[in-house]
């Protein structure tokens, strides 16, 4: 994953501002809520933020009782010295993971949007971080490692192979922890509603 990867823009479909067409792919959109141990996360940035801190629950509900993306981030930066030691080791895995939480919670939203693209590149446009997304280098060429973008190429290939089972099982971390408790696995927003009217 740690890769760098040229891009052209004319063929690749970009996103960053979270209020355009792919805004969804971001992070940071609002409006596409996560729910996992019971408890509703506001945003995937979150939920991958309070994922540093699996020993701090305290700096995990200060995180997830932010409803605005970026501000859930700050606090992240703020308690950094917090962080888990081995975050550079496993942070493209938890990822992986949140990505595929917002997926199946927000199914009918992404997955139509996602395999619009087509083969196409998927890239997340940024001016400075050229590690989850790629920066521009001329009017022509996007430049970085696109980890997040790469991710979501992933996922979308796993949805045309039809390789996803359910429930969503949490990345094999040890500590994995929300709250103090052991993260257990997630399912689609649909099992949710059935759950509430005991259908299931």
């Given amino acids: 994953m740690g890769s760098v990867r ?7 479909v ?3 501002k979270t209020t355009a067409k792919y805004g969804v792919f971001s992070n940071m959109v609002s409006g596409m809520s996560l729910y996992v141990n019971d408890i509703n996360i506001p945003s995937t940035e979150a939920l991958y933020q309070a994922c540093k801190f699996p020993l701090n629950p305290e700096i995990q509900e200060l995180i ?8 859930a981030k700050k606090i992240a930066v703020k308690y950094a010295r917090f962080m888990r030691p081995d975050w550079d080791l496993i942070k493209y895995d938890v990822m992986r993971w949140c990505i595929k939480v917002k997926y199946y919670q927000n199914k009918k939203i992404i997955e139509s949007l996602l395999l619009s693209t087509g ?20 009017d022509e060429e996007l430049v970085g490692t696109n980890a997040l973008g790469r991710l979501l190429m992933e996922l979308r290939q796993q949805i045309k192979d ?22 257990q696995e997630v399912y689609s927003s649909e099992y949710y509603l059935f759950d509430d009217f005991n259908i299931k």
Avoid: C, Q
């Fill in 119 to 138: 083969d196409s590149p998927i890239v997340e446009y940024s001016k400075k971080d050229d590690i989850w997304g790629a920066i521009p280098i001329n």
């Fill in 64 to 71: 997830i009782s932010e409803s605005n993306a970026m501000k």
């Fill in 6 to 12: 040229r891009y052209n823009r004319k063929f690749s």
């Fill in 162 to 183: 039809g390789v996803l089972d359910e429930p969503l099982l949490p990345p094999r971390i040890t500590g994995f922890l929300l709250y103090g408790h052991e993260i």
């Fill in 14 to 16: 970009t996103f960053a």
